[in-house]
């Protein structure tokens, strides 16, 4: 019977671990995909920068260098808001998903423990049936408990997402 509980565990152990990689790589991604963003703008900024100085160069009208600088001024800081609000959205997206891999894996892994138990005091040689039945209401109330803090975080989650997506 230990060896079936060991497995029954392992299992359990098993499914935690492919959540966790899940999460590692959905957050190396997320990264990589900001990084990105963050270096193309720099890049673009840059570029744009060598060319406006370029232009500033060969400007004499002083009229005709702060309409340049101006432009500049306002491209940059489009530039720079469009790469934040995609920053913004990636964070959502990746806190969404996040949260629906938090909340299935409390939902299922939490089902998965309670049925190893429940399966474990089964096998134990327990004459009073009584006694299963105490514990099968236990189990049942901590099902139940289980189930109302997922719910509760899941939405508390949610609404924490909703908060921080309408900072856009």
Known sequence: MATKQEQQLNEIQKKNL??????????????????????????????EGVANAKALSGVKDPAEAMSLRTSYAQSTTEKMLACAREIAEITAKTQAEVGKMVSEQLTGGGADMFESIQKMFKGMPIGDHNALGTIQGAMDTARAAYEQMTKASTEAFQAFTKMGGGKK
């Open 18 to 47: 492919e959540a966790a990689m899940r999460l590692a790589q959905l957050s190396i991604e997320n990264s990589q995909r900001i990084m990105e963003l963050q270096v193309g703008t720099a890049k673009s900024l840059f570029e």
